[in-house]
């Protein structure tokens, strides 16, 4: 016996659900794929003409959208009649930290999970697989599967009374790497209780998916599997950024530590590059989830352990902005800086919880003029996160000195233009573009004495060091000697 899926909805058509049901659908053209959303200018996006208006950048995303669009693939805002036509429901919404009440700061607010869960319960017809694509603490599909099941009991729908499974299946992709990760991916994971339900997922992605790679466990270990799997990688990253730190302390250079340390099998070579500090939406999220997670349960320590992954972050973006302010003798006030890249890494345009955002506030809080450069990232979401609008008077053309201007920001898009006359360069995201930078030209526009801060460690420090910039390179200890370099 095997329950037969043709018709599969979405909800949720964002960074996670875009993606993965383009990819499903040009994997198993015999399915019908519907992504649906309540955001009706994010849904017009995925539906625009234009493939380079998609809501999401993803290197390859266009062209499979190009395949299924209007074939076996659409996009829209009607929730209720794409589940009513669904045999499996994937829930693939935000699920932000707590901003109030218990838990705040740390929990995950699942007020659109369970908005979801509602409106399935509402609006499904005979057995429906519901599926947990969020990530989301442990023990929510008892939530869902209450929800669901409850309404049936007194809902006095004329419908014939729905049934269901829930079943979690978590998504690993990376922004920037999503396509290949969801095509190739290191595993999937399938948490659940019925058979026949993991086996009607299973067949769907055994589609592209070799059969080893696609990992049964129960519900609660698929739930905890995710958030522990961020935790793991956010772990790597703050460990590489704490020692980065003590290597600009005692002369030593990070990228040599990382390469002799993951060198051991055991530890292996990536998620060792020391950089600004992780962004991205949920690393953050995720950690302080599990810290909420271990203190309900009483685990005060196992708490604490991971507290420290996100504090160690916090501190470690915060010492970028002060060592460029004392590097630039103690103020930045009315000075024009150029910082090169917004998004939270490369190949995204993607700003949520990016260092940018910390490390660009806190120079703005110091007073200086930023001229910021990102190739995807849009000026209107930099205002978003900046909370400040920006200051296109100062492109002016004409404009040598910003002492009036202090506090403001523009974008600009020539990365020339925003070096021109600035005083220091910070490379906050690891874009091709900028490890190709002439700096013997670049170098030429800026006021003297100028500093390139590389909090990515990519620029080609041979080509800078031929001309008279100053260099600071994120985990590198080597210039620590150097009488110009306060650490
Ligand atoms: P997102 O904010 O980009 O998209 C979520 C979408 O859900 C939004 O467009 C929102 O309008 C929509 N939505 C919310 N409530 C809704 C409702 N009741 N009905 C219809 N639509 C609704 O979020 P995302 O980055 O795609 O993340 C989704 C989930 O996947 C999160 O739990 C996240 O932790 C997880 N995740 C994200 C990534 C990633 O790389 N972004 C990777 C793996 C897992
Ligand atoms: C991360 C995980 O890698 C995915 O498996 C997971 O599905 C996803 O979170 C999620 O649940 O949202 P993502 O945040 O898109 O993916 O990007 P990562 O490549 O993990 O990078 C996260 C942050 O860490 C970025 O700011 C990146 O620049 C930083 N990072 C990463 C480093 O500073 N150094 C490294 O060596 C690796």
New binding site residues.
């Given amino acids: 016996m095997e329950i037969l899926i043709e018709n599969i909805c979405c909800?949720?058509?964002?960074?996670?659900?875009?993606p993965t049901m383009a990819v499903i659908a040009d994997k198993c053209p015999h399915l019908k794929v519907n992504v649906?959303?309540?955001?009706q200018e994010?849904i017009k996006a995925w539906n625009s003409q234009d493939l380079t208006k998609l809501?999401?950048f993803e290197p390859g995303l266009d062209e499979i959208i190009k395949r299924t669009r209007f074939k076996n693939l659409n996009f829209s805002?009607d929730?209720d009649e794409c589940i009513r036509e669904a045999q499996m429901v994937f829930i693939?919404?935000?699920?932000?930290t707590k901003k109030r009440g218990v838990g705040a700061g740390e929990a995950?607010d699942l007020?659109?999970?369970e908005?979801?869960a509602r409106?399935v319960a509402k609006n499904a017809r005979g057995h429906t697989i519901v599926i947990e694509?969020?990530?989301?603490p442990v023990k929510t599909a008892e939530v869902i599967k209450k929800i669901l099941e409850d309404y049936q009991a007194i809902s006095s729908n004329k419908n014939p009374k729905a049934t269901f499974d829930v079943l979690s299946n978590?998504?690993?992709?990376?922004?920037g790497s999503?396509i290949n990760d969801l095509e190739n991916p290191d595993r999937v994971l399938i948490g659940g209780q019925n058979k026949l339900a993991i086996n009607a997922l299973s067949q769907i992605y055994s589609n592209w998916v070799p059969k080893n790679k696609i990992l049964h466990t129960n519900i609660w270990s698929s739930e905890l599997a995710?958030l522990t799997s961020?935790a793991f990688l956010a772990q790597r990253v703050s460990s590489i950024n704490a020692i980065g730190a003590l290597c600009e302390a005692t002369g030593a250079d990070v990228k040599e530590v990382a390469r002799a340390i993951g060198s051991d099998n055991r530890i292996g070579s990536r998620f060792l590059d020391a950089g600004p500090g992780f962004g991205?939406?949920?690393f953050k999220?995720?950690i302080l989830n599990l810290v909420y997670l271990s203190k309900h349960f009483g685990l005060i320590e196992v708490a604490n352990f991971w507290e420290v992954v996100v504090s160690l972050n916090n501190w470690h973006q915060h010492r970028i902005s002060q060592l460029v302010v004392k590097n630039l003798f103690g103020t930045v006030t009315g000075k024009k800086i150029c910082i090169l890249g917004f998004a939270f890494k490369a190949n995204t345009n993607?700003t949520?919880e990016s260092a940018a955002i910390n490390i660009c506030k806190d120079l703005l809080e110091e007073g200086a003029v930023l001229f910021i450069h990102d190739p995807k990232v849009i000026a209107e979401q930099i205002s978003k996160d900046l909370l400040v609008n920006e200051n296109k008077n100062l492109k002016n053309p004409e404009f040598k000195n910003f002492f009036n201007y202090e506090a403001s920001w523009c974008f600009e898009e020539n990365i020339a233009k925003a070096a021109s006359n600035a005083d220091a360069i910070i490379v906050l995201t690891e874009w091709d573009e900028y490890s190709k930078i002439r700096w013997d030209l670049i170098s030429k526009e800026m006021r003297r004495p100028a500093w390139v801060f590389d909090a990515r460690s990519i620029v080609n420090e041979k080509e800078v060091i031929k001309t008279d910039l100053n260099l600071w390179k994120v985990g590198n200890g080597s210039k620590s000697n150097d009488w110009r370099f306060k650490s």
Avoid: H, M
Wanted: aromatic residues 6%; hydrophobic residues 30%; glycine residues 10%.
């Fill in positions: 909800i949720g058509a964002g960074y996670v659900g875009g649906v959303d309540i955001n994010r809501p999401v805002c929730v693939s919404v935000n699920t932000p995950s007020k659109y999970v908005a979801c409106q694509k969020s990530t989301l978590p998504e690993f992709l990376a922004e999503a995710k961020n991205g939406s949920c999220k995720d993607d949520r």
